[in-house]
C-alpha cells in the first residue's frame, strides 16, 4: 500500500469519543465537613463506539484547539466527553528513515458536539505504522528510544460553571495502524463542587493543596491499550511538579466547578477559597483519597457560610502521631512548622506525616520505632516560606518573611542557616505534653523544624554543653527529586594521613549507586542521623584534600561514628567477627575502615563506604546503626539491656539503593531531570 498523502486526499479517521465515570461517594466525602448529599453514588454511562465512513475535510489554522468540553446527563450521573469543532490531537510514530525519532501527524475536526467524529490530517503518515495520540496536540515532551511521554497539567486552571477550561482534559490513544478506530482515554481526574453561602459569590480564587504532585509535569508511558501510566519520580529537563492547584475566575452559587488532578494518592488536602481583598476560609481533610483516572470525584456542596475569615487560631492542640509501646520511658520526638499560614497547616501535617515515615522505614529505626512517642506541635506564621539571606558579606536580608520561628538560609550557600533556637526551644517547652507533664526535658527531645519553603537546604544546631539540639528541613523543590554523589576523589593511602589523592572510579560509583530521593532524605540525614543519633558527617568536600581535626571534648558525645586514630578502631568487634557475620547476610562485607569523613578527605576513618551520612541514602552503615539503636536504649532508660549478639539477630543490613533497587542509577534513563545538590555544612555547635 502506499502512504497516505492527505494534502492530496485528507485521511478520515472515526474517532470513539472520551468519557469520564463519576466515582461513588465514599471516603472523600469527609472534605465539606457539612451533611453531604444522600442521593448514593453516580454511575457510568455507557459510550459506544460507532464505526462511520467519515467526510473528506481539510483543517483551517485559525480553529482553536483545545475546546472539548463535558457535559452531564440530566440526572447528573455521568458525563461525555464532547467532541468541539476545531479540535486537534497529535499523533506520533517511529520515523521510517531513523528508528530513534518520532514524527508527527496532526489531526482535525469539524464535526461539534459528538462523542465520536472524524477527523482529517494533511501530514504524510505511512502505512502499517503504531500510532501514539495524545490530546490536546500542542505542549507534548518525547523521548523515542525510551517511548516515554511528558505533559503539562497547569497548576493554574480557570473555573468554568459547568465544565472544565479548555486543554484540560488530557487523553492519550493507540492505534496499530490508520485503519483503526481511534478510542481516546483521559489522565486526569476530575474533581466536582458547589459552594454555598452568602459569600459564595464573592469568591474569586480557589486553592487545592496536597503534599503529593497533582499538577505540572509528568512523565508517560502509552500501551497498546491506549491508557496512559503516569511515572512521577521522572521528569523531563526543565520539568516542574506542583502540589497546588489554583482555580481562578467568577464563581456562581449552586453552580458545578471541576479542578482537573493527577490520577494519584494523596493523605488529605486543603481547600482554601479567597476573595479579592484576600479574606480566606479553609476546608480540609485528612482522609486518604485516590483521584483515579478518568473519574469524577464529587465533594457536594462546601459550605462557606456568612463570612470569609476563619476563627483566629490561638493555639493547636498537640497531634500524637506515633506512641512507645516498649522501653521505660518513651523516646520523645516533636516536629514543628516554621512558614505555614493557617490555611497551610494541613499541609504541614501531611509534610510532617511523609518526612517520620520516611525515618522510620529506615533502619534501624523501624526495627525499634515501637520506643518512639512522636509529636507535631503546630503553630502558624504570618507569611509563607523562610527569609533569604544574602550569599555574601555584608550580611543581610534579600526577603525577611514574618515566619514564627524566624527560618533564614542564603539563596545558594546554607551555612548561615539557622531559626531562633530561643523561640523554638521555648516553643516546645510550652507545648509538649511530656515537657509538660516533667517526665522529660528539652535536652532529651530533638526538635525538626520542617519549613515550608521550595529552597535546597538543611542543617542541624547543637547546644554541646546540654545536648539539646534542633534541625531544619525545607521542602525543597516542592518535593522534586534531588540526587548526591559520593564525591570524585579519595586519599591515597587507606591507613595514612595524606593529601595524596586518587580518583574514584565509574565503576566503583555504579556499584554503590547514586543517591536519589527528595527532601525527605535531608531529613533522615539532618534528624534521624544528627539531631537525634549525634553522628559526623562521613562526607568531604572534593576541594579538601587537608586532614580532619577530631571534634573538640563536648559535654555531651558527638561523632562516636569516627575516629581520628587508625590504630584504635570502636568498630573492631564487627571486624572481628565479619567473617562469620557474612555468612549470615553477605551484606556486613561492606563492614571495614575507610578514610575520609567530617568534610575532609584524610584523618578521620569510617566503618564502610557509604551510608546516609555520606550520601542521604535511606541507609544506616553497621556501625552508626548500633550507635543509634544504643542512643534509642538510653533515651528509653533500657541502655543496660543492651547486648550485641541480641541486637545482631534482628540488624537489618540492607541498603535499599544497592539491595533493592531495579537500578542503582535510578531516574536517569530517559531523559528525567534530577536536582543534583552539594552536601551540606556539618552541625553547628551554638
Not at 28 to 53: K, N
Not at 109 to 117: C, G, H, R
Not at 146 to 152: L, P, Q, W
Not at 563 to 581: C, E, F, N, V
Request: hydrophobic content about 35%; glycine content about 8%; proline content about 5%.
Amino acid at each position: 500500500m502506499k502512504s497516505r498523502m492527505s494534502i492530496l486526499s485528507p485521511l478520515r479517521i472515526l474517532l470513539a469519543g472520551m468519557m469520564l465515570a463519576a466515582c461513588v461517594q465514599q471516603e472523600a466525602m469527609e472534605v465539606p465537613e457539612e451533611e453531604l448529599p444522600g442521593d448514593g453514588g453516580i454511575v457510568a454511562e455507557d459510550v459506544t463506539e460507532r464505526p462511520g465512513a467519515g467526510i473528506t475535510i481539510t483543517a483551517t489554522a485559525d480553529i482553536p484547539e483545545t475546546r472539548t468540553h463535558i457535559t452531564m446527563n440530566d440526572l447528573g450521573t455521568s458525563a461525555g466527553v464532547y467532541w468541539s469543532a476545531g479540535d486537534k490531537f497529535s499523533c506520533l510514530y517511529i520515523d521510517e528513515n531513523n528508528e530513534n525519532k518520532f514524527s508527527r501527524a496532526v489531526f482535525t475536526t469539524e464535526d461539534d458536539n459528538v462523542k465520536s467524529a472524524t477527523f482529517s490530517t494533511v501530514n504524510e503518515v505511512p502505512d502499517g505504522k503504531a500510532l501514539y495520540c495524545s490530546y490536546p496536540s500542542g505542549g507534548l515532551k518525547t523521548n523515542s528510544s525510551a517511548m516515554i511521554f511528558g505533559k503539562n497539567l497547569p497548576a493554574e486552571q480557570t473555573a468554568v460553571a459547568g465544565g472544565v477550561a479548555e486543554g484540560l482534559l488530557f487523553s492519550t490513544a493507540y492505534a496499530a495502524n490508520l485503519n483503526e478506530d481511534f478510542t481516546f482515554h483521559n489522565i486526569p481526574c476530575l474533581i466536582r463542587f458547589r459552594i454555598s453561602g452568602s459569600v459564595a459569590g464573592s469568591v474569586t480564587k480557589i486553592t487545592f493543596m496536597t503534599s503529593t504532585q497533582i499538577a505540572g509535569d509528568f512523565i508517560f508511558t502509552l500501551g497498546t491499550d491506549g491508557i496512559a501510566v503516569l511515572d512521577l519520580d521522572r521528569h523531563f529537563s526543565g520539568a516542574q511538579p506542583y502540589d497546588t492547584i489554583t482555580l481562578t475566575g467568577t464563581f456562581v452559587e449552586g453552580q458545578d466547578y471541576y479542578i482537573a488532578v493527577l490520577p494519584v494518592t494523596v493523605s488529605g488536602f486543603d481547600m482554601v477559597f479567597s476573595d479579592a481583598s484576600g479574606n480566606s476560609t479553609t476546608k480540609s481533610s485528612t482522609k486518604t483519597m485516590e483521584f483515579k483516572r478518568s473519574k469524577i470525584l464529587d465533594f457536594g456542596t462546601i459550605a462557606l457560610g456568612d463570612s470569609f475569615e476563619d476563627a483566629p487560631v490561638t493555639s493547636y492542640a498537640p497531634i500524637k502521631y506515633m506512641e512507645s509501646t516498649r522501653g521505660t520511658k518513651p523516646v520523645v520526638l516533636a516536629v514543628v512548622p516554621d512558614g505555614f499560614t493557617a490555611p497551610e497547616m494541613g499541609k504541614f501535617v501531611r509534610l510532617a506525616e511523609a518526612g517520620i515515615d520516611a525515618l522510620f522505614d529506615t533502619e534501624p529505626y523501624k526495627t525499634y520505632k515501637d520506643y518512639f512517642r512522636v509529636w507535631f506541635l503546630r503553630v502558624n506564621s504570618n507569611e509563607s516560606g523562610a527569609s533569604v539571606l544574602s550569599d555574601e558579606s555584608p550580611y543581610g536580608y534579600i526577603t525577611e518573611r514574618d515566619c514564627y520561628f524566624k527560618s533564614r538560609w542564603e539563596q545558594t550557600q546554607y551555612n548561615r542557616m539557622a531559626c531562633d533556637a530561643t523561640t523554638l526551644y521555648g516553643f516546645v517547652e510550652n507545648n509538649c505534653p511530656d515537657i509538660l507533664n516533667d517526665t522529660h526535658t528539652i535536652d532529651e527531645i530533638p526538635v525538626l523544624v520542617i519549613i515550608n519553603d521550595s529552597r535546597y537546604g538543611g542543617i542541624c544546631h547543637f547546644d554541646s554543653n546540654r545536648g539539646r539540639s534542633y534541625c531544619m528541613a525545607p521542602y525543597s523543590f516542592n518535593g522534586g527529586q534531588l540526587g548526591w554523589r559520593y564525591p570524585s576523589i579519595e586519599a591515597a593511602y587507606p591507613d595514612q594521613v595524606t593529601t595524596e589523592y586518587v580518583d574514584v572510579s565509574d565503576a566503583d560509583i555504579q556499584a554503590m549507586g547514586i543517591s536519589l530521593g527528595d527532601w525527605t532524605n535531608t531529613l533522615v540525614h539532618e534528624y534521624g542521623g544528627h539531631a537525634f543519633a549525634r553522628l559526623a558527617d562521613e562526607y568531604w568536600y572534593e576541594n579538601n584534600t587537608k586532614t580532619g581535626g577530631v571534634y573538640s571534648g563536648y559535654t555531651v558525645p558527638f561523632g562516636l561514628n569516627l575516629t581520628g586514630d587508625y590504630t584504635s578502631i570502636p568498630w573492631q568487634h564487627w571486624l572481628d567477627r565479619k567473617a562469620t557475620l557474612v555468612t549470615s547476610k553477605p551484606q556486613y562485607d561492606r563492614i571495614g575502615i575507610y578514610q575520609g569523613g567530617q568534610v575532609a578527605m584524610s584523618g578521620r576513618w569510617r566503618n564502610e563506604r557509604t551510608s546516609c551520612m555520606i550520601d542521604n541514602r535511606f541507609y544506616f552503615s553497621a556501625w552508626q546503626r548500633e550507635l543509634i539503636v544504643k542512643r534509642i536504649l538510653t533515651l528509653s532508660g533500657d541502655i543496660g539491656t543492651f547486648d550485641f549478639d541480641t541486637f545482631l539477630t534482628t540488624d537489618d543490613p540492607t541498603d535499599p539503593l544497592r539491595d533493592v533497587a531495579a537500578s542503582p542509577i535510578l531516574g536517569k534513563a530517559g531523559g528525567g531531570e534530577i536536582h543534583f545538590v552539594p552536601m551540606l555544612p556539618p552541625p553547628v555547635f551554638d
